[in-house]
């Protein structure tokens, strides 16, 4: 069956690409992530089709932009997936320390240092190239200081994430504790051994918890906690926790992977150190296959249990990219319609294409090979049952949201 939605509904996009490219909060930017999109996006469908106080999930939460507007804008985000990165990525923008906590929380641990005290010596070689020998030790120090299950500690590592390594800076100021990284995400090892020789690069002398203190300046911080939802490592092919269908989501807005695109660990393995994981045991645990049968059966086992979740008026909104294979460019999000959601009673209101920018893929970066990745997302909105969906609110991109205005705490 061949889907063919209303000319309103195809002209969606336009709403959410006029606003400003840099739109949205500064915790977005908190720590880069792959295929990540914009919170122009997220903003615009849970402002369209949710009311303040309702609960907003993604399944695939990747660095939190769903659940972080979610929680901007005065609903219940929750967040999960498979990747422990992700987990922490995203619960540091769902249960929000104050700037004051966290300042408290930085002096403490720093008080407690003492360079004499901590050991590099049995740090990978791959990791040691990268920093300073001081800068090493501060972050061993960190890493073995902080909780991942403390909001606060959660919040502090999910920075030390976005900055343990940084692409170059034209000013010369280093923009994380790094060497001058080729991109924003981590080469191979040998790759990035080959960069730092090729290029002479020095590794910089810089104080971790100077640099924090300055980061946590430009991130518009409440002047109390902001407990807005909650995240949790998950398999999303598996039975969602019973709390959660209790809360019976309004809106469930996601991107799952697509076919064999990115391995998250791969070009995670520094990040992941920190997190005290490992790249091959994080991509094990997620999907990643070629095979469009395997895909299809992943996405088939996804959407059942969404189908348990979401409200009965609720709305689910998949975002898939098309893939290529050779020379065909095949529509995902349609052959996962017509293979699997239209047999198990989902009622569609339309895919809606959306081209994505070339300048703005991460897939750029792969050049002549960057043929593996998307040049549309197509956006499949769906609802248990059918139903009218409410009318388009106007943009409001000049209100910038911030922690600054009410919200409530609605974890």
């Known amino acids: 069956m061949s889907v063919s939605a209303s000319t309103e509904i195809q002209d969606l996009p336009l709403h959410w690409r006029s606003a400003p490219r840099r739109w949205g909060h500064p915790l977005h930017s908190l720590c880069s992530y792959f295929a990540m999109f914009p919170p122009q996006l997220a903003h615009f469908f849970v402002n369209w089709l949710t009311e303040p106080g309702e609960a907003v999930y993604d399944p695939f939460s ?42 408290k929380r930085l002096a403490e641990v720093e008080a407690n240092y003492s360079p004499g005290t901590v050991s590099i010596v049995d740090e990978p070689a791959n990791i040691a190239m990268l920093y300073s020998t001081e800068t090493l030790r501060q972050l061993v120090w960190l890493k073995g200081q902080l909780d991942r299950t403390d909001d606060t500690d959660c919040f502090w590592i999910a920075t030390i994430l976005g900055m343990l390594h940084a692409n170059h800076n034209k000013s010369g100021t280093p923009r994380g504790f790094s060497i001058s990284m080729p991109n924003t995400f981590a080469m191979a090892p040998g790759y990035v051994a080959k960069y730092i020789k090729e290029h002479g690069l020095v590794r910089p002398e810089v104080n971790v918890f100077d640099m924090l203190r300055t980061r946590l300046e430009r991130l518009d911080l409440p002047t109390a906690k902001r407990a807005g939802g909650k995240t949790w490592l998950h398999d999303a092919t598996t039975a969602a926790p019973s709390w959660l269908v209790k809360q019976r989501p ?23 150190w920190f ?19 395997l895909y299809m059966d992943f996405m088939r086992s996804v959407s059942v249990n969404l189908k348990r979740v979401v409200a009965e008026d609720g709305y689910v909104c998949f975002v898939i990219g098309d893939v290529r294979r050779g020379e065909v460019d095949i529509n995902l999000a349609q052959a996962v319609w017509d293979g699997v959601l239209q047999e198990q009673g989902w009622h569609l209101h339309g895919i809606i294409a959306d081209e994505i920018p070339q300048d703005r893929k991460v897939s750029r970066i792969w050049k002549h090979n960057s043929g593996r990745a998307t040049k549309v997302d197509r956006l499949m909105l769906l609802s248990p049952t059918p139903q009218t969906l409410p009318d388009v609110p106007p943009p409001a991109w000049s209100q910038q949201l911030s922690f600054t205005h009410k919200q409530l705490n609605l974890a």
């Open 275 to 293: 997190l005290g994981e490992t790249s091959s045991d994080v991509d094990k645990r997620l999907m990643s296959s070629a095979s469009l049968t």
């Open 250 to 272: 309004k809106l469930i807005f996601t991107s799952p992977p697509y076919l064999q695109v990115i391995k998250y660990g791969k070009y995670n393995w520094v990040r992941l």
């Open 62 to 103: 990747g660095r939190g932009t769903v659940p972080l507007e979610a929680v901007l804008q005065g609903r219940r985000g929750y967040g999960s997936d498979a990747n422990p990165l992700a987990v922490v990525l995203s619960g540091a923008k769902t249960r929000v320390p104050s700037k004051r906590t966290l300042l």
